[in-house]
């Protein structure tokens, strides 16, 4: 009986952190769906104003690497953790990321980038997708050995590198200090 507390307790958790993110997203008035008012399974123009406003974009490859990035780091700072209260760690951080990624200071600091003039946040689907990816790639880190981790790491990083000049790694070192460099590199898909 204890163990189906403990499961139903966190699925409850679960759901109470993905409702905070829906109702944060909505009050920082972010769209349901892309304002074109449909949805598409695939957004993969990475310079239409449909970019992060369906429920899969380039972007979702990065998330699942947050999962990996996630699982790796609690596994080493909480060993002795269950993976499901691993888990749910993870998901308050993706939706602690996504509900700041969505911040008018974090758009605009998107804005700089060049891949990102138009950015306006991510549509609430597409930022539970998001989520939805980081779980994914958390399980994948669960189940599969290290190596198979660190080698679709460097895969994704390098395919979307080569596919739209951005991926996770760039993202960061953008969103921290943008380099024209980069800036002059990622126009260069236009």
Not at 135 to 157: C, K, Q, S
Not at 182 to 189: G, L, P, V, Y
Request: glycine content about 6%; aromatic content about 12%.
């Amino acid at each position: 009986m204890a163990m189906v507390l403990k499961r139903v307790s966190g699925f409850i958790l679960a759901a109470a952190l993905i409702a905070l993110q829906i109702a944060v997203l909505r009050m920082l008035g972010q769209p349901f769906i892309c304002a074109c008012g449909h949805v598409k399974l695939w957004e993969g123009d990475i310079w239409s104003t449909g970019m992060s406003q369906h429920l899969l974009d380039w972007y979702s490859f990065t998330h699942i690497l947050h999962g990996f990035l996630f699982y790796a780091a609690l596994r080493l700072l909480f060993p002795r953790l269950s993976v499901s209260a691993r888990l749910l760690l993870a998901l308050g951080v993706e939706v602690a990321w996504e509900i700041a990624e969505n911040s008018p200071w974090i758009i605009q600091r998107y804005r700089e980038q060049a891949l990102a003039v138009g950015y306006s946040g991510d549509s609430i689907l597409n930022s539970l997708s998001d989520t939805s990816m980081m779980l994914l790639g958390f399980l994948l880190a669960w189940r599969l050995p290290v190596a198979a981790i660190v080698t679709l790491t460097l895969l994704t990083e390098s395919f979307l590198a080569i596919a739209i000049h951005d991926n996770l790694t760039l993202n960061i070192v953008n969103l921290i200090h943008p380099f024209d460099f980069i800036r002059d590199w990622q126009n260069a898909t236009r």
